[in-house]
């Protein structure tokens, strides 16, 4: 059984930052694919960024690329997400989530273990 919790979400104004976290149990993080995704409000959940696992490839969505960075600390088990120069559409829920496969994926489909989410909320 897989188990992942976010931290690290808050409120912060335009053009700051915060850090989310990904802590992990049941699963080693390093032997995976994992990645973040987010759900603003009234909208579908959709992809932020991902790291494979062979040899921690990352992706990005166009709207966060240049401003966010995911990283991994296999030591720790835990995955994080630096986000940088947010933004007010950047307001949503944050969801870390684990692919049982190796490869990029960049849908929910391709994920099978979730967070239950934290709130970051960007002022303008």
């Known amino acids: 059984q897989v188990h992942l919790v976010e931290s690290g979400g808050g409120l912060v104004q335009a053009g700051g930052s915060l850090r989310l976290s990904c802590a992990a149990s049941g699963r080693t993080l390093s032997m995976y694919t994992v990645g973040w995704f987010r759900q603003a409000p009234g909208k579908e959940r959709v992809f932020v960024a991902t790291?494979?696992?062979?040899?921690?490839?990352?992706y990005y969505a166009d709207s966060v690329k240049g401003r966010f960075t995911i990283s991994r600390d296999n030591a720790q088990n835990t995955l994080y997400l630096q986000m940088n120069s947010l933004k007010p559409e950047d307001t949503a829920i944050y969801f870390c989530?684990?692919?049982?496969?190796?490869?990029?994926?960049?849908?929910?489909?391709?994920?099978?273990?979730w967070g239950r989410g934290t709130q970051v909320t960007v002022s303008s």
């Open positions: 790291i494979t696992r062979s040899g921690g490839d990352t």
């Open positions: 989530a684990l692919r049982l496969g190796s490869t990029y994926g960049d849908t929910e489909a391709a994920y099978s273990y």
